[in-house]
Structures are given as structure tokens and as C-alpha cells.
């Protein structure tokens, strides 16, 4: 029974391999080491599934209404199944294209190329290294499966290590600049040659996450708990020192990055801060109001363009500014909260014949407001206002006293204050009154009127808001490129930006930063990775909704409940250490509500 | 029946509400005075939800009135109603599942700005349920179902409306917990409260009401005092089941 199970997952783990393979995930990759000269991205591809399904593998079960740990043992058996399975399931199907020849797969899998073939069979024939493919997806697997049986002590700073490790290795191309930045030897972090962590680099990092986790582990709760009490038990301060100490790095890191890391890369940083706004905005609607809005892409057109028309840019095709009765030549600091207001006033427009539209209906008709949006600035009718197909140009550089914006750097200072003015706002209101009515609302709309909550009234005002906070991300968008296309509009930014609001967590402000780093930056770091991006935005989401659905930062409501979560995992493991048997308990359930 | 008392605090008027074109509630007729505790009886699906929806203006009767301390506040928003002194206690409570205790007692006082007010009708509702007060950091959701009830009521209380609607307080709990429930209702009834009381336990709601009213598809088919309802052979056969 339970051995079927774990085949499953195993074989289906294969398949993700197979696909990971056929889109070019692997092939593609070979060359790209994250440590040594041994850790490719695509060994990482090739094993990663195999991993994943020991871990899924040797999950606690829900047994008779009971939930079941599984010992280390039965974990490594289980895991061991299940990537064994993986790895000939992958392995079968690199035998079968190695008998028909992959010349004749090629033409319809043009990633199945002659590297691949080398590379997945670890330059044996292709019998050896099927074998060899089976014995180390089945280690992989194991390690996975260990990992998961493990009591949190362990468990936890492992985790850190593996995680922060192949980050690293992911940042290559920004960690070492900001090294050379500050003069620092780096030679001994990455390799001058391959360009990834070297082993003793990454042996560093690892050591290194892995000792702040186990410290947070050890002695976080109770840290935590002393500063909760003596600050009178506020959630919002019951942080653990290491979470303490992360922000305050974190925030320093943002304010120093772009002299750091210099204009190529500042420039990415500057599309991620557009795209935190429109995240903070649309995290006001979705998160707070928990109303699900497909067509965000409207507000970040409407700010775009709104600034254009207010800061006097000219239309492409004629080279001339649009009719003065529609357009004016404002400075940039007087247009912007037109603009806004004319968000919000749109925002409210674009409310009201939804209001009564919840769930899926909603998506569905904002979807279709955003691709109105679309089709409306690229239509030939539009040409005398917003220059149709060909956009416009000479957009306002935001310049103060002649100390201009569009620099990638200074961009950078830009949006970064705008970000932080937008995060204090939708802070201060989620703490409100306001954000109190919008949590009733979210939860149960029906009991929230019953409250006296004008469900009605709050569902505006978060359009109204969200919508006012997304095009000030438009008009910032606009001064970057100082130039405006239909096609910087699609449906796909939508997506995006809903996207890394799901990945960060729904409802947290730190959440919708890392996620736009995550979803923005990192593409946008990694060239190679570029026609991936968006593979990587469906795969992230995915398994950030599957393996941890508050999201990566979640917000305060969510992580008390973890919190006291880790709470019990503490004791559990402290127990644990000092030889008691924990009784029944076992570490607790993860939390996936 | 009625003894002088001046106006009734709360009164329909011929009211008949439509889903579509379906009448679920036609030309009924009801009055409420301060201070009192009326039932509403019926079986299942005779419309007694709507009328209380009817009431908290979440539907709009598509005949007559519904008159709230002399103002006719049907077709304003239920925030409004609310606003004016109506408060309900759900059917099944409908907590904020994922709020602790605290929350959703305080949303029940959204509309009140006097912090004095809101602390006293805190204490009136941990008096009343010295229960509530233990769990305030309990998520509502992981409550037993009778707290759930308390923390329900409490939650309509903090609005210190002037007139509190029920809907199936004793719906889905278990026998002991309907005693409890009913023990509760009547600890709110000597806090002086008006109250609307939507019940299927004839019995129990009439052994605690003054008045009752009993519906059927969605018409006032009795309307009498407890004492008489619980006498009525009418009643006996149809809804106290002889038991
Ligand atoms: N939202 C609605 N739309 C259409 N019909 C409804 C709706 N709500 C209730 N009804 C119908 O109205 C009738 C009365 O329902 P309700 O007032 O909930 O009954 P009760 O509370 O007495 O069980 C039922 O036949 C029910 O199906
Ligand atoms: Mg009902």
C-alpha cells in the first residue's frame, strides 16, 4: 500500500525530470556551476525531483485520524523508493531515446541535445550511466528523506545551509561585484574560473547559515519570549533576534545595494522596486481585502500613461506632444498625485460594477478590464493620445533642480523612497480600523456586515487605494524607460505582480519584497535564465503554494499561529536534547492552513 | 394580547420578500417592544432566516415595511441597521474562525468609538460568560461549540444593540450544550436586552419567551403568547411533537 505510494510520487518526480530535461533545463546548464567544479545547475536539475519526492516521500501521515512520524529508517526507506523510482522513470527515458537516437528527437525536442545525452549519462555508455543516474537520484532522495524525519534541531539549520548555499551559488554575478566594491578577496568565495562557490567558499556559508539557524532554534523562543513580555507581548514586536537582526541587515543592504553592486546590476534592482509597489498596491486588494483583481496591469498602464500626458512627453509617431486640452507640463513631483488620484477615482470606477462579484467571477472580469487596457493604448484610435502601437517618449526624468532620475542608481533612491512610503501606508492602514474591517471582510463577508462593516464601502476603498499605489509603480515605470510601448502592458504583468504577492505571502510587506526579488530579481540577474523566467514564476508558485502556503514572509496574523508552532517545535526539541522521550507529541504538524 | 407599552421597538408591516421570484416571506406582520423576548418557530425552509435578514437589511422586502424604532430602515444597508441598534448572532455563529476571541468580540463593537462604553460592555459580556474571558487568546475556530455560542453572543452584545436577533442558537449542539445555550439566553434576557429569538426547539424557546410567532412557507400562521402557544393543540401536534 504504502510502497505504491511512494512509487507514485517517484515516478511522478521522474517525469518533472523528463520535463525539466525536454524544456532545456538541463541540457542548457551544464556549464553553469553553482560550487567547485563538480555542482552544475543541471546536476541540480537533474536531482532536485528525485530529492523533493524523498521528502514527500517520508511526510507524516494522517493514519485513522492520527498523525503518524515516520522514524529515521522507515524515512530513508520510503525516500529511497520513491527517488529510485524517479531515477528510472528519467533513466528509462534517457534508454529509449539513446535507442531510437536522439538526432530523431531532436526535431521535435530541440533540447534534447548531443550535451544532454553526455551529460546524463556521466560520459559512460548509456547502460552505466543509467545506473549510476538511479544510485544517485536514490541517494539524493534519502538525503531528502532524512532531512524530513529529522528532529527540527537538525532539520532546520540543514535547510538553511542547502538554501542559502545554492543562493549563493545563484549570485554569482552580484556577490563577488559588491566583494570587489568593498576590496575584499573573493577568490576564495568564488572561483575565478567557473564563476561558482568554491568548495571552501560554499563550506563557509553553509557553516555559517547553518550556526544562525540552529542558534535561532535554540534560544529564538526564548529571547523572543522575554522581549514579547517586556515590550507588554505585542505580536507585531515578538520577533526572534536573528529575524531582528536579518531586517535590520536587510534594510541596510537595500539602502547601500546599487553603490555595491553598481549600474548593470541597479538597473534590475530598479524594475524590482517598480514592481514592490505594484506589489504593495495590489497587496492591498488581494491580501487585505481578499479580493482577487487579474487586472492589475489597468492601474500600472494608468499611471504610465497618466504621466506621460501630465509631464508633456511626445507621441512617437508624430513627435509632438498630444492635444494641450489633454496633456500639461507638469513637474513630476506636481503630476504624481494627480496621477494617483486619478488611479483612485478610475479605481472606484473600476469597483463599482464589481462589488457584487466575488471569488472567481471577480478574477474573471478584472481580467478582462486589464486586457481592455491592452488592447485600448495599442488601438489606432488612441494614436492622438497615448500614440498607439508606437507609444511615446521624452518622459520626465523626475529631476530635482536639475539632479535627474533615469541613471539605473539613482533611479534606484527613487523608487527605494517611494517603496518605503508606500510600505508605511499600507502598514498604517492594515493596522487600522480600516485594515480590521478588511480582515472581517476577508474571512467572512457576510458576519462583516452584520459587524456594521460597509463591506461595500471598504471593497472601494481598497480599489481606490491599490489602484492609487499601483500607478505611482506605472509612473516610476515611465521615468525609468522614459519611453512608453503597448507592449510594456500585457495581462502577463497582471500575473507577475499577483505572483510575487502569493510568493512573499499574502498580506506581508516584507513578504511582496522578497517575492519581487525573487520573481523580478533573480531572473533579471541571471541572463542565461531569462526564457525561463517564466517557468520559474508557475514552478515558485506552485511550490510555494503547496509546501508553504502563508508564503515565504508571512504576515503577522499567520506567523503567530507559526510561531507558537515553532513554539512547540522548541520544546519538542528540547525534550528531545535532554534526554526526555516527548511522549506522543512528536514535533508538531507543519502549519498549511 | 398586548398590554399597553407604547410603540413597538422593532415592527414589520406587511412585508413579503422575494429570492428572484420565489416569495419567501409574504404579508407578515410582527412586533417586538422593548425589553421583551419574542420567538420565531417554523420548520425548516418556512423562512425564518429570512426574516431576519429581512430585518438586518440584507434583503430588501419587496412589500412593506420594516420599522425600527418608529424609521422605516428597510432598503438602507445592513451597516446602517446595524448602526441604528440591530444585532445578530448568526446562524451556526459564524465566528471569525482565524480571529482569537478578543478580535471578534472587538469587531462586534465596530461602530462604537467610546472606549469607556466598549470596556464596560466587555464586562458585562465576561460576567455574563466568565468563560469568554479565559479563551480571549484562543482562536475562535479551535472554540468547543458551545463557546462558540458564548463568544457569538458576546460579540452581538458589544454592539449593546437595542435589539439582538438569533438565529437557531441551539442548531448542531449537542443536548447538554442546548440547556446551556438556553441558560445563557436567559442570563442576556435579565441584562434587559430585547431580544428575537429564531428557534426550531419550540419548547425551549417558549419556555423561555414571552411571545411567539410561528411561520409556515413564509406566513405568520400563530401569533400568542408563550404560555398560550405552549397550551395551543394546534401547536402541540405540529411542533412540540408531544414530547
Ligand atoms: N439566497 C437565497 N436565494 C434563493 N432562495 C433562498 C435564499 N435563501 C433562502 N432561500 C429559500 O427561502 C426559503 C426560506 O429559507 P430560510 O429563510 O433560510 O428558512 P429557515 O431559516 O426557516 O430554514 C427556502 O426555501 C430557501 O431555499
Ligand atoms: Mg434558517
Known sequence: MAARRWVRTGAFAGIVTIFLALVGLIGGFTDVFLIGDEVTFAGLMLLLPAFVAGFVAAAPRIEGGERREMSLGEAAVAAAVAAASAGFVFALAVLFTDLIGDERIRPIFLNVSPSLMEFVAFGQSTVVGAVILVALSTMAGVLGGVLRAAPPVIRRPVTAAVVVTVLFGFLQRVIPIALDQLSLERDWLYHPIHDGLTWVGAAVVAAISAGISLLNTRFGARVRGSLSSSIGGRSGLAMSPVRLIASVAAVALLIAAPLLLGSVISEVLGTVMVFALLGIGLNIVVGYAGLLDLGYVFFFALGAYSLALLTGATLNVYGVPPDPAISGDLNFYIAIPIVMLIAAAAGLLVGAPVLRLRGDYLALVTLGLGEMVTVLVGSPWLVPLVGGPSGMRGITDAAIGGFAFRDPQRFYYLALAFVALAAFLSWRLATSRIGRAWTAMREDEQTADAMGISTTRFKLLAFAIGGAIGSLGGALFAVKIGSLTPASFQVIVSIQVLGLVILGGLGSIPGVLVGALVLVGLPGLLREFEEYRFLAYGAAVVAVMVLRPQGLVPNVRRSRELQEEERAQDEWAKAVEEGETPGELGPPAEVTT | ?243
Open chain 2, 1 to 243: 394580547m398586548t398590554t399597553e407599552r407604547g410603540a413597538p421597538i422593532l415592527e414589520l408591516r406587511n412585508v413579503s420578500t422575494h429570492y428572484g421570484l420565489v416569495a419567501v416571506l409574504r404579508d407578515v406582520d410582527m412586533d417586538i417592544y422593548a425589553g421583551e423576548m419574542v420567538c420565531l418557530l417554523g420548520g425548516n425552509a418556512s423562512g425564518k432566516t429570512t426574516t431576519l435578514k429581512t430585518i438586518l437589511g440584507y434583503v430588501t422586502p419587496s412589500e412593506g415595511d420594516v420599522v425600527l424604532d418608529g424609521n422605516v430602515v428597510s432598503g438602507m444597508s445592513t451597516a446602517e441597521v446595524v448602526r441604528r441598534g440591530v444585532s445578530m448572532v448568526p446562524e451556526n455563529r459564524r465566528l471569525f474562525p482565524d480571529m482569537t476571541v478578543e478580535e471578534n468580540l472587538r469587531l462586534g463593537a465596530y461602530l462604537r468609538r467610546d472606549r469607556s462604553a466598549i470596556e464596560a460592555a466587555r464586562e458585562t459580556v465576561f460576567e455574563t460568560f466568565p468563560r469568554v474571558r479565559e479563551r480571549l487568546k484562543q482562536k475562535a475556530g479551535t472554540l468547543s461549540g458551545g463557546e462558540q455560542q458564548m463568544v457569538a453572543m458576546g460579540r452581538a452584545l458589544m454592539a449593546d444593540p437595542k435589539v439582538l436577533l438569533m438565529d437557531e442558537p441551539s442548531m448542531g449542539l449537542a443536548p447538554i450544550l442546548v440547556e446551556q445555550v438556553f441558560e445563557i439566553i436567559k442570563k442576556i434576557r435579565e441584562l434587559g436586552k430585547t431580544v428575537f429569538i429564531v428557534e426550531q426547539n419550540a419548547n425551549m424557546a417558549l419556555s423561555i419567551a414571552d411571545r411567539g410567532y410561528v411561520i409556515q412557507t413564509g406566513q405568520v400562521v400563530l401569533a400568542d403568547t408563550a404560555q398560550n402557544l405552549l397550551q395551543n393543540p394546534l401547536m402541540r401536534e405540529a411542533y412540540l411533537g408531544e414530547l
